[in-house]
């Protein structure tokens, strides 16, 4: 089984901050990963809708972490069951579990990933051209080497190495575009 992965935006953080958002499909799910602070609404909505999805169409929302620039637009998805790390959230429903492992789809799995946050989670995308990662240990493809809000500098080497370990084809992180980690990716 594979799934697909889209970027519906590419973020980036400098004097001003955005998120990078995906869509991932795989069989009946229908997730996006990280909706958070973008220039205009209209930057999730547009490219949502040229992959032929509707908002009320995405099944699962996943959150790398609980900052505003990665959670801030997910009530575009009233539909959605949301997933953080350690429990799935639907309507009034608050259903608590690991999410170390959890299966989304078939292809679509979380691992913990403490590093940017000690909350962190990863999102792992079996696809077509390789496993996929999306993750905020990351910025974009050049680091930071030593992100200024990571609490634990051991632990976000840690989990780099755990993410790096996979041998992924490809990094979404969560600030930038898609890369291909080398040798010189950050640890």
Request: glycine letters at 8%.
């Amino acid at each position: 089984m594979t799934a697909t992965f889209e970027v519906l935006t590419t973020g980036y953080a400098h004097d001003r901050v955005a998120g990078t958002v995906t869509l991932l499909r795989d069989g009946d799910t229908v997730a996006v990963v990280d909706p958070g602070m973008v220039a205009d609404r209209r930057l999730i909505l547009d490219p949502l809708a040229a992959a032929g999805v509707e908002p009320g169409q995405v099944t699962d929302v996943v959150f790398s972490h609980h900052h505003p620039d990665h959670t801030l637009n997910a009530a575009l998805f009233p539909e959605a069951r949301f997933h953080d790390h350690m429990a799935v959230y639907h309507d009034d429903v608050w259903e608590d579990r690991d999410a170390d492992g959890f299966q989304l789809a078939p292809s679509i799995r979380l691992i913990k990933t403490p590093g940017h946050t000690a909350e962190d989670i990863s999102t792992l995308v079996t696809t077509g051209q390789g496993l996929v990662v999306l993750t905020h240990l990351w910025w974009g493809a050049e680091g930071p080497a030593d992100d200024p809000f990571a609490p634990d500098r051991e632990q976000l080497r840690a989990a780099r190495q755990r993410v790096l370990a996979l041998e992924p084809a490809l990094i979404v992180p969560g600030h930038g575009a898609p890369f291909a980690p080398t040798h010189t990716t950050p640890l």
